[in-house]
């Protein structure tokens, strides 16, 4: 059945851009559905890339927003336009397309050597770039000309891909699931970090929106924080 929908699919997007966007969501994007995170993880709940990516595309949204409560008037003219918002939005939607074909790399392992993660981003770009016109269109329509914009669109959905974590890992502990404590320790050290990079010591001055998400950074990193805790008092290792 599968062979016969590939062979309709391909003769009807002979030279049709439509047919060739049906064709390619239905196989290679579609995919995402099937790709479930945390594989080496103890959870309760599976969540695939296509869940993830969904909460990143919504906190994003949620994000920028806040962001544009906390701007100046002239930031809020450069960052607030609506092509910014899309630009976020298909930045949040494509992030981990590239997970269709090379399934998910659990992060710890991943961020373990600089030299392996530039590997796999290597890997991870030649894979897209082997994919239909139809679907990279997503990647060409987030690049700016200003890469102030890119910094910014990119840092947006940095913290909302971190965002989508916690609240993963905070439904998994509140599930009782302690198991997963030591991923949640890694995850405080990544936030903590994380906290650091965003305004690096000694930067006269802070591009917005960095000094802004340094300090949604260390918030979310003191809860995660306390979530630690949470799970090591269920444990009863804290009395």
Known sequence: MVALTSKFLSSETCGDPWGAMIA?????????????????IPIT?????????????????????????????????????????LNILLKATTHDVGEA???????????????????IDRAERSMMNALPASV???????????????TY?????????????????RREVLRGNCEIRDFVGRMVKDLDEMSKCAVPSGMKYV?????????YYRR???????????TRETRGEVI
């Not at 599976?46 to 869940?51: G, L, M, Q, T």
Request: charged share 20%; proline share 3%.
């Open 136 to 150: 990279n269109i997503f990647r060409h329509m987030c690049q700016s000309d200003d890469d102030e914009i890119n």
């Open 153 to 169: 669109v990119n840092a947006v959905v940095k913290a909302a891909d971190f965002m989508s974590l916690y609240q993963f890992m």
């Open 207 to 215: 591009p917005y929106p960095l000094e802004k998400l340094g300090a």
């Open 45 to 85: 709940v599976p969540e695939n890339v296509a869940d993830h990516s969904f909460w990143v595309i919504l906190y994003s949204a949620m994000i920028h927003l806040e962001l544009q409560c906390q701007s100046t008037k002239s930031q809020g003219r450069k960052y607030g336009k609506q092509d910014v918002l």
């Open 101 to 119: 074909m090379t399934g998910d790399i659990v992060r710890p392992f991943k961020y373990s050597s600089s030299v392996l993660k530039e590997a």
């Open 24 to 40: 390619a969501s239905s196989g290679e994007i579609r995919r995402l559905a099937s790709v479930w995170r945390y594989s080496s």
């Open 220 to 230: 979310l990193a003191t809860a995660a924080t306390k979530l630690h805790m949470m």
